[in-house]
């Protein structure tokens, strides 16, 4: 019981990073319609740029001014690529099918991966921001031996936490959240009533820099930045199946189950049947559960016949 | 004027409905088609030495032709019915293991046969991935052919009795026999493949101006109007989907047999997906030959760029190289989205229709 409660806690806490992930895409879907494939690529560059601009300045300034130049960095150049993409990409697509700004975003991940391996550099880079990573032992008197927790791991959902705290805040209390809002709803409507879209775009895609940033450095310090950090967006893609692509909460749920769903598969089910099924449960889940609640737990339910 | 088809008037339907109505149009496929089968295999032969043409054949015409194919195959199911997949590489693989495993176990079994066989196993596995199309679409839809894409990844990768037992996961092939005589030489496998693409080509483009084609297109165009106009949603989808995936699995077994010989389940990775789903984007969305134009922009791209920076006196290692190739690509690919989403297979249209004003601007 203690190891299955361990693998369980294991699985919901690397399912934080899913949703952190998952949520980058949910505001940019939410707000513009798009699905943005390259969330993970965001989130690599960014990891990118955090990391190396933490190290080039913590040569010469202390730790503390080190991590908080390297978080400015790494905000200002998602705040660049957001623009970018805003201004080269987004703002000439307008009025085309969802499908061909999707494919877009298939072309900007690619360009978005190397250019930052171009410019960051290609090998793996230890994240250190000073979470202790210790280990921790809960529970003992319950089970024996304990329940094993990653201390970085339980930042992340603290973090998370609070991440999906200020969104739900931004969102709902803010005349900026309500407007994006209104952009979410009706491109058109929201237009006439004088709201700036491409502006909208701008903060949005700013937006989900951030949280790709956050989602960084929680993977990084845990695997270090490298760039397999991309498949990530693939298996948040499942998450936003299960959660909706509309829904925040969702978007952390669907992350939780996930995680949790794939850990407890690959340990129970997968030694029974060759192991690895790590790789696609989640999207097999996500097929299943696509035939019986095509818009997720929490998702807008859309009447349509298709 | 020199392409011009002034005096050739159609005096029956079938000649109005012909797939080349023009006299130039025949005449310069029936004159591409001579080429590649008789000019080039002798202009190769007589012209370069063995290494050369072997290289020729080897790494540039059986690939472009092999991925022609598979471009083809997608193109039927995102150009034609509107249905978007990031799981060529899994089908392309479903294709190999399945034919691999058919001339293994039946080595009576004639080797055309185990590819074909290599394509309906595709198809099967394409109508059950694309059941779910019924249900949803979209986005949602390129969810479950990614799904794809990692269980079948996965499948070949861990479950031996796919592999033949093969401890490492890498199999390697039989060769393949066409009626009695052996594949070996580079002209012998590029003469085969180009026949099976010339026919497929062939049968696919008269498939898409017939009716499944317009019931496909009236899908992608519109489906709610399509339902309305009496097509019925489940078998127009299902059908190009299985159409599909038949043609890249008989492609993914051609890449297998003829083009790697031996290959582990990582030649089918999401990286060909991306790569096949590329070509269409650039070569043209709903075109047999944007799918052509394509696949060689995509294969010729990576070779010009490599030469580039050398020419132009810049160093660049060639990692950076690698990194700024793919780069390219996906400036390419959104490149086209914006300007010219219907790909190089409009810009030839264009082309052709200023030829055929030429020299008058209108």
């Known amino acids: ?306 | 004027m020199i392409y011009h088809e002034a005096g050739q008037f159609k005096t029956s339907y079938k000649q109005d409905m012909a797939m080349l109505p023009i006299v130039q149009d025949r005449w310069s496929v029936v004159a591409l088609v001579t080429f590649a089968v008789a000019g080039l295999p002798i202009l190769l032969a007589f012209g370069t030495d063995a290494f050369t043409s072997n290289y020729l054949y080897s790494a540039i015409l059986i690939p472009f032709l092999i991925l022609s194919l598979a471009s083809i195959g997608l193109n039927i199911l995102v150009g034609y019915c509107g249905q978007i997949s990031l799981g060529t590489g899994a089908f392309m693989a479903i294709g190999a293991y399945a034919a691999y495993n058919v001339a293994v176990r039946l080595p009576q079994v004639p080797s055309i046969l185990a590819i074909l066989c290599g394509g309906i196993a595709a198809a099967g596995a394409g109508i059950a991935f694309g059941l779910p199309s019924l249900r949803i679409k979209g986005l949602y839809l390129a969810v479950t052919t990614l799904a794809a894409q990692f269980f079948f990844d996965w499948l070949f990768l861990r479950v031996s009795w796919f592999t033949n037992g093969s401890a490492s996961g890498s199999v390697t092939a039989p060769a393949v026999e066409i009626l009695g005589i052996k594949l070996e030489s580079g002209t012998g496998k590029y003469l085969f493949v180009l026949a099976v693409v010339v026919l497929f080509s062939l049968g696919l483009k008269n498939l898409t101006r017939g009716a499944l084609g317009r019931q496909w297109m009236a899908i992608r165009d519109m489906d709610i109007a399509a339902e309305i106009i009496g097509i019925r949603p489940v078998y127009a989808k299902l059908t190009a989907f299985a159409v599909s995936s038949f043609t890249i699995g008989v492609a993914g077994a051609l890449w297998a047999f003829v083009h790697l010989g031996s290959w582990e389940p990582l030649a089918f990775s999401i990286d060909r997906s991306f790569n096949i789903l590329f070509m269409i984007i650039v070569g043209g969305l709903g075109s047999i030959l944007g799918s052509f134009l394509g696949t060689a922009f995509i294969m010729i791209l990576p070779i010009v760029l490599t030469r580039v920076p050398a020419a132009l006196g810049v160093p660049l290692s060639t990692s950076t190289i690698s990194h700024l190739e793919v780069a390219v690509f996906g400036i390419l690919i959104i490149f086209f989205l914006i300007a010219e989403p219907l790909g190089l297979a409009r810009l030839w249209l264009l082309a052709k229709e200023k030829l055929r004003i030429w020299p008058f601007p209108y």
């Open chain 1, 1 to 306: 019981m203690g190891f299955f409660i361990e693998v369980l806690i294991g699985g919901l806490l690397s399912g934080v990073l899913y949703s952190l992930v998952a949520l980058g895409f949910v505001v940019i879907f939410k707000a513009s319609g798009v699905l943005n494939f390259a969330q993970g690529s965001m989130v690599l560059l960014a990891g990118l740029a955090f990391v190396r601009a933490q190290a080039f300045l913590g040569e010469t300034f202390p730790f503390w001014i080190s991590v908080a130049g390297g978080l400015a960095f790494a905000v200002a150049i998602m705040v660049i690529v957001a623009w970018l993409v805003e201004k080269f990409v987004l703002t000439r697509l307008i009025n085309q099918s969802s499908l061909s700004l999707f494919m877009a975003t298939i072309g900007l991940a690619f360009v978005i991966d190397e250019l930052s391996q171009i410019a960051f550099g290609s090998e793996v880079y230890a994240v250190k921001i000073g979470i202790p990573r210790e280990p921790i032992i809960v529970l003992t008197g319950l089970f024996d031996g304990g329940v094993l927790l990653n201390s970085v791991d339980l930042w992340a959902a603290i973090i998370a936490a609070c991440l999906v705290l200020i969104l739900v805040v931004f969102f709902q209390k803010t005349g900026t959240g309500l407007a994006l809002r209104a952009v979410a709803d009706d491109h058109a409507a929201a237009q006439s009533v004088g709201i700036p879209i491409p502006w909208t775009w701008l903060i949005i895609w700013s937006v989900a820099g951030l949280i790709a940033l956050a989602a960084a450095v929680l993977w990084g310090t845990k695997v270090g930045i490298q760039y397999s950090i991309v498949f990530l967006a693939m298996k948040a893609l499942p998450v936003l199946i299960l959660g909706g692509f509309t829904s925040i909460p969702g978007a952390i749920v669907g992350g939780l189950l996930i995680g949790a769903g794939e850990k407890l598969a690959e340990v129970f089910i997968g030694s029974m049947i060759g192991g690895g099924i790590e790789y696609w449960f989640a999207y097999v889940v996500a097929l299943i559960f696509l035939m019986i609640w095509p818009q997720g737990l929490f998702g807008e339910r859309l009447i349509e016949r298709i």
